[in-house]
Nanobody
Framework: QVQLVESGGGSVEPGGSLRLSCAASGIIFSISAMGWYRQAPGKQRELVATVTGGGSTNYEDSVKGRFTISRDNAKNTVFLQMNSLKPEDAAVYYC??????????????WGQGTLVTVSS
């Protein structure tokens, strides 16, 4: 099985920055994609940014130019650098993993979520 450990959430003022990280552990044969989703109170979970195994990235329109997703392949870790944060970015951010793992084949796994608060 794959376990995801997230870190980096917290509280910042508008215009501030945070960096989220998510490390995947387990016997991982390949990663199709890792990324971040978020869910604000009363709203559906939405994609924020993803990076594929080949390195292609995808961003939700409202975060383009402010957020950057990157990864450390050797450590199966993905990062989300969030700059110029806005109050509407406040949400619980969830790490997502898609890939092939030992004894399970292709799986999709979610992290436990990390809270991001943006307020003055």
């Amino acid at each position: 099985q794959v376990q995801l450990v997230e870190s980096g959430g917290g509280s910042v003022e508008p215009g501030g920055s945070l960096r989220l990280s998510c490390a995947a552990s387990g016997i991982i044969f390949s990663i199709s994609a890792m990324g971040w989703y978020r869910q604000a109170p009363g709203k559906q979970r939405e994609l924020v940014a993803t990076v594929t195994g080949g390195g292609s990235t995808n961003y939700e329109d409202s975060v383009k130019g402010r957020f950057t997703i990157s990864r450390d392949n050797a450590k199966n870790t993905v990062f989300l650098q969030m700059n110029s944060l806005k109050p509407e970015d406040a949400a619980v951010y969830y790490c997502n993993f898609k890939g092939d793992v030992w004894s399970r084949g292709y799986v999709e796994v979610w992290g436990q979520g990390t809270l991001v608060t943006v307020s003055s």
